[in-house]
């Protein structure tokens, strides 16, 4: 069965560190591939998404990702962390062979001031 | 541009009661989701409407659990009875659906509904 696995739950960083949150994914065949964020307080939003084309996909707020097709990886990535960027991340997989969402159980993350 | 629009935002009922959420999506959005997330888990597909009909519900506990999206635009989730293990966020979302199999499509999600079962 399709999974999604995020491997650190909980990340803990100082401001100005770099990132990178990992995501791995179960299904061989053809996937869309996403990033959503939830801020304290705000609803779940769309970072970045990755369907076809240039693997590499640049986001909101700085923030981008590496689809990595043999590695069945797709991280996040961001050089330099602020105070704002303490969220919720979660990795999302959609594959064509049913169409259905799933999602990662989420990465932490709270940067330091 | 409204958001998509979920109500309560909290519920304290007890196990063996029932309960209703009610979802507006965004208007035109054609998509519309239901997704339960447990505490420190991500959030699961319960069911998917693509207007008025039922695209998936594959994961929905049907002994308990029914969602109905009259004239494909407001949607409800009953649960009836409830279980202690229902205890969650609710999470209601919606997308443009036009974007294909499998969809590109960005979800845009709701507040949620934040469930406690006594």
């Known amino acids: 069965a399709q999974s999604v696995s995020q491997h650190n739950h909980h990340v803990i960083l100082s401001e100005a560190a770099s990132l990178e949150l990992g995501c791995n994914y179960s299904?061989?065949?053809?996937?869309?591939l996403f990033w959503y964020v939830q801020y304290p307080g705000q609803h779940l939003q769309l970072l970045l998404k990755?369907?076809?084309?240039?693997?590499l996909v640049k986001g909101i707020k700085g923030f981008e990702a590496e689809f990595i097709k043999s590695k069945f990886s797709f991280n996040l990535r961001k050089p330099s962390v602020q105070w704002s960027d303490t969220a919720e991340y979660f990795c999302?997989?959609?594959?064509?062979?049913?169409?259905?969402?799933?999602f990662g159980k989420g990465t932490r993350l709270h940067i330091l001031p | 541009e409204a958001g998509v629009a979920q109500s309560p935002r909290y519920k304290i009922i007890e196990k063996r009661q029932s309960v209703a959420f009610w979802c507006n999506p965004i208007?035109?959005?054609?998509?519309l989701y239901w997704y339960q997330q447990i505490l420190g888990q991500g959030p699961k597909l319960l069911i998917q409407f693509q207007n008025n009909g039922v695209v998936d519900d594959s994961q929905l506990p049907k002994d308990r659990f029914s969602a109905e999206r009259l004239k494909g635009v407001d949607s409800t989730l009953k649960i009836q009875p409830a279980k202690l293990e229902d205890s969650a966020v609710y999470l209601c979302?919606?997308?443009?659906?036009?974007?294909?199999?499998?969809?590109?499509?960005?979800?845009?999600f709701g507040p949620g509904t934040r469930l406690t079962v006594l």
């Open positions: 208007s035109g959005h054609a998509t």
């Open positions: 299904y061989g065949g053809t996937v869309n």
């Open positions: 979302a919606s997308s443009p659906g036009l974007a294909g199999r499998p969809s590109t499509d960005t979800q845009y």
């Open positions: 999302a997989v959609n594959a064509k062979r049913d169409d259905k969402i799933i």
């Open positions: 990755y369907f076809s084309g240039d693997p």
